[in-house]
């Protein structure tokens, strides 16, 4: 029986999880931690019976407590919540869905409780990966891809030898505005950016993909992931979504990782790695398949991408501006407060009036975290 904590139980990735252990009876949920949905956390308390869970709200968390006064469960809130949910005595491995910064401190936590994490929280290292892997490598603790894109570039390095690799091909959709130009995109709409082709996902990361931004956040992550530079790091255009990811070895060779478009997936093969499990879903019927395409990224229109291999380049505290900008520009687009193209507009704001700190402690990450929301807020 593995048992597992999840921090974002109540989220896109967070239900997917669930559904898988829902169709294994060898996983078992410890700890559950989600923002403030209890409603839908209550049903997962029920069906999954685990020992903890939080939520951010110290209000919610007593509405939910009272709710489940009838189950043995310890409901708790805030920060510490997160983290008591992530070092979850039985847990073997923590699955970071949560969206955000707030994801850093308790997979921090975890790391030193020595468990294994199943990453989905691409922030955790965008902003504190020089922090976070040598983490890991101290505590002996495996960091197990869940973005489908990292998790392709994983199991295709399973195929060659970790120190012949030359590049990472790492693919995008394109999002729904695919071949348009920026004076195509000025009246925009939320729902227009809503509208991926290829995948279902929450709204912040739907609206990051649509601008490349998830890309640029995926390419800092894959350097910190498999430990290559930034220009090792390749964004290839790839509309079907069939091929996730490829790696480049230095003989010319490249292995890839296909398949349908199904979050599972990686998911499942974080949990059981290095093991392949059954998992029900659609087949690749390659007879079904007219063509794969594939296009160099446009980093004009799209400039968020090229604004994000800067920051991974320049390194420091600079990828967390970025993270934290983009993050506020989308929660504005969001509420309809600024308009689609002012996304890029104001990371790019944000990174040009930064003081680069060389390495930066959690705490510096945390503060200019803050820092920037408040030239955002004083700014917009």
Known sequence: MKKIAILGSTGSIGTQTLEIVRENTDLEVTALAAGNNITLLEQQIREFKPRIVAVWSKEKADILQDRVKDLQVKVLSGMDGLKEVAVEKDAEILVTA???????????????????????????????????????????????????????IFQSLQGGQRNALHKILLTASGGPFRGKKRNELVNIQVEDALKHPNWEMGRKITIDSSTLINKGLEVIEAKWLFDVSIDQIEVVV?????????????????????????MKLPIQYALYYPERRFLKGERLDFKKLSQLTFEKPDMETFYGLKLAYEAGRVGGSLPTVFNAANEKAVALFLERKIGYLQIPQIVQECMEQHQVITNPTIEEVLSIEQETYEFIKNRW
Request: charged share 20%; net charge negative; no cysteine.
């Open 98 to 152: 949560i969206v955000g910064m707030i994801g850093i401190l308790p997979t921090i936590e975890a790391i030193k409780a020595k468990k294994n994490i199943a990453l989905a929280n691409k922030e955790t290292l965008v902003t504190a990966g020089h922090i976070i892997m040598p983490l890991a490598k101290e505590y002996g603790v495996s960091i197990l891809p869940v973005d489908s894109e990292h998790s392709a």
């Open 238 to 262: 790839h509309p079907q979504s069939i091929i996730h990811s490829m790696v480049e070895y230095e003989d010319g060779a490249v292995l890839a990782q296909l398949g349908t478009p199904d």
